[in-house]
């Protein structure tokens, strides 16, 4: 199972998003809502359901300043665990420009972004960036990642039929 998502963080302790999910090769994207809780020493806890009514639960730590951070899943028996990262208020293709080092499934390569949508070198192949952020990759596979860091790293997962896949791509 591999998954990426984009959260909202709003008052009161409301959190509203999407979360993209690949089990086994099926690739499920679900509206999610819940509610959270951060303390002045950047714990943190968040609850989300999906829209099936299931809930899942989770723990981390900020970092100070809240642009980064990390969490685990909770629930008995998950094991799940990654990383938050702030993402831009609206985003488009101009955002990825430049060289990335690309690490999928632990194997690293590089790639060229031109801010239009193309990819050139070791992975070659076209990016579409939605102005939710997130931005659908096609270069000899499929990924469906998010825009974090002001465009400086997407994380994705991939969406091709009976494959699971992560892969990070990081500005050089």
Same mark, same amino acid.
């Given at each position: 199972?591999?998954?990426?998502?984009?959260?909202?963080?709003?008052?009161?302790?409301?959190?509203?998003?999407?979360?993209?999910?690949?089990?086994?090769?099926?690739?499920?994207?679900?509206?999610?809502?819940?509610?959270?809780?951060?303390?002045?020493?950047?714990?943190? $806890?968040?609850?989300?359901?999906?829209?099936?009514?299931?809930?899942?639960?989770?723990?981390?730590?900020?970092?100070?300043?809240?642009?980064?951070?990390?969490?685990?899943?909770? +629930?008995?028996?998950?094991?799940?665990?990654?990383?938050?990262?702030?993402?831009? $208020?609206?985003? +488009?293709?101009?955002?990825?420009?430049?060289?990335?080092?690309?690490?999928?499934?632990?194997q690293r390569t590089t790639t060229s972004?031109?801010?239009?949508?193309?990819?050139?070198?070791?992975?070659?192949?076209?990016?579409?960036?939605?102005?939710?952020?997130?931005?659908?990759?096609?270069?000899?596979?499929?990924?469906?990642?998010?825009?974090?860091?002001?465009?400086?790293?997407?994380?994705?997962?991939?969406?091709?039929?009976?494959?699971?896949?992560?892969?990070?791509?990081?500005?050089?």
């Amino acid at each position: 199972m591999a998954s990426i998502g984009r959260l909202v963080f709003e008052t009161e302790g409301r959190v509203s998003g999407t979360s993209s999910v690949n089990f086994g090769g099926l690739f499920l994207g679900n509206p999610v809502t819940g509610t959270y809780s951060a303390s002045s020493d950047c714990s943190m $806890n968040f609850d989300l359901q999906d829209d099936s009514g299931g809930w899942q639960h989770f723990r981390g730590t900020l970092a100070p300043g809240g642009a980064h951070g990390e969490f685990h899943q909770t +629930d008995p028996g998950t094991g799940g665990h990654g990383q938050l990262a702030k993402v831009p $208020n609206s985003c +488009d293709a101009s955002l990825l420009k430049g060289t990335y080092s690309v690490t999928l499934n632990g194997q690293r390569t590089t790639t060229s972004a031109d801010g239009q949508g193309h990819l050139a070198g070791n992975g070659s192949g076209t990016y579409d960036v939605g102005s939710d952020c997130f931005v659908e990759i096609d270069f000899g596979m499929r990924l469906r990642g998010i825009v974090v860091n002001g465009g400086r790293a997407v994380f994705a997962v991939q969406t091709d039929p009976l494959k699971i896949a992560t892969a990070t791509f990081t500005a050089q």
